[in-house]
Nanobody, 123 residues
Framework: QVQLVESGGGLVQAGGSLRLSCVAS????????AGWFRQAPGKEREFVGGIDRSGSSTVYADSVKGRFTISRDNAKNTVYLQMNSLKVEDTAVYSC????????????????WGQGTQVTVSS
């Protein structure tokens, strides 16, 4: 079992930056692939990006590529989502997730989820 807790969300103006953190507890976090997802009101949950166990490989959705960066510090059991050049359309609840296999794009493939943190980007 892995418990995930996100933090770092908030209100930011368009063009600004935020860094989200996802802290894991329970089993050894380095054994898990991590993903970030987001869900805006009235929309389906969307894959933002993922990172492999070592942090050496990442993938991103086209909508955030070049603006968002995922990293991890396994010594701190933490995965980060650095969000730059934020847009109004980035407004959503952001959640981290973990699974024991490879990076997956489907939310249903992830076994463990955090509660989410709200990110609101104003114009």
């Amino acid at each position: 079992q892995v418990q995930l807790v996100e933090s770092g969300g908030g209100l930011v103006q368009a063009g600004g930056s935020l860094r989200l953190s996802c802290v894991a507890s329970g089993r050894t976090f380095s054994a898990y692939v991590a993903g970030w997802f987001r869900q805006a009101p009235g929309k389906e949950r969307e894959f933002v990006g993922g990172i492999d166990r070592s942090g050496s490989s990442t993938v991103y959705a086209d909508s955030v590529k070049g603006r968002f960066t995922i990293s991890r510090d396994n010594a701190k059991n933490t995965v980060y989502l650095q969000m730059n050049s934020l847009k109004v359309e980035d407004t959503a609840v952001y959640s981290c997730a973990a699974r024991t296999s490879w990076i997956a794009y489907r939310a249903s493939a992830y076994e463990y989820w955090g509660q989410g943190t709200q990110v609101t980007v104003s114009s």
